[in-house]
């Protein structure tokens, strides 16, 4: 049994991490961490959990972690994590950061958006936690950077058909929406429920700091630089993800060849399913899982092809991804801990 522990566990994602690792069948949540709620059993702050959750919440201590955890996960929000990764991976411990702080290969595009970068040698080597994309190197990483969500809702979809030379790399699009809790679990101003009840709303409308995340992978996904229009928006729904995407096709592509390329990349791959002919995908539908939910729908008469992604932003958007990645790490069945049965409603 692999011990673990989660740094800042009373985050959204946190939240979520504990959830799905306390039914993990080959893993044990040795110790948890949170400032703000340092002292309080878990199951006080997220009163779910009582009766399931037994663990009280700790101040973070590097000795104690190292000591009593094989494998650490660290949900902060971003700069924290580049100064305490570090020290964890000079302890031997491997680590999934669910922030932005080593997501990026180039710092330099981090830099841009965020902030100066501490550990820009460890963000260089850490892998790009897609398991679905780059599998084989998260099986040997130290340190995983697990995507953001959007990302991850935009990344599936295209990055087979680009590596496939079915859809040109110009003039991409991505309109996604997603529920109020992808804003995190610190209070705003926008957040707030009388700011988004009743209310749909674009916001950081060309530059989300999701962008440069992935225009990196698509650039490394074709060998040349590539661009996404992106722009986000808001749903009144505490979570999910909905990702309409444009692209052109390239000549006589049918749709028939998309399909069969998405189906033939994700082959034996548990959380990617691809939509029957006639369907597109629905939040619904995913809620509390790991899955991504893909449509295909080619309006051949005016040559573009639009892909529908559904994902749960919590899930597969981050905690249910980043044990994903763990189970690769470790070398156990990537769904391991993961099959939870979607809702029918």
Known sequence: MVRVGIIGATGYAGAEL?????????????????????????????????????????????????????????????????????????????????????????????????????????????????????????????????????????????????????IRSDGLVADAKSGVSGAGRSPSLGSLYCEVAESFK???????????????????????????SFVPHLVPMSRGMLTTLYAVPKESVTEGEIRECLRSFYAGRPFVRLCSEGQVPSTLHVRGTNYCDVGVVLDAAHRRVILISAIDNLVKGAAGQAVQNMNIMLGFDESTGLNAVPYPL
Not at 97 to 123: G, I, N, W
Not at 157 to 166: D, F, R, Y
Request: with cysteine; aromatic share 8%.
């Open 18 to 166: 504990v959830r799905i690792l306390f039914g993990h069948p080959k893993a044990a949540l040795s110790i948890i961490t949170s400032r703000q709620y340092a002292g309080m059993p878990f199951d006080r702050v997220f009163p779910a959990m009582k009766g399931v959750v037994d663990l009280t919440c700790e101040e973070f201590s590097l000795d104690d972690m190292c000591s009593r955890a094989d494998i650490v996960f660290t949900a902060l929000p971003h700069k924290i994590p580049m100064e305490i990764v570090p020290q964890l991976a000079a302890q031997g411990k491997r680590v999934i950061d669910l922030s932005a702080d080593f997501r990026f290969r180039d710092v330099k595009r981090y830099e841009a958006v965020y902030q100066h970068h501490t550990a820009a040698p460890l963000s260089e080597e850490a892998v790009y936690g897609l398991p679905e994309i780059y599998g084989d190197a998260v099986s040997q990483a130290r340190v995983v950077g697990n995507p953001g969500c959007y990302p991850t809702s935009v990344l599936l979809p295209l990055v087979p058909l680009l590596k496939a030379g079915l």
């Open 202 to 228: 674009a916001y950081k409308v060309g530059n989300h700091r999701h962008n440069p995340e992935m225009d990196e992978v698509l650039s490394l996904a074709v060998g040349n630089s590539v661009h996404i």
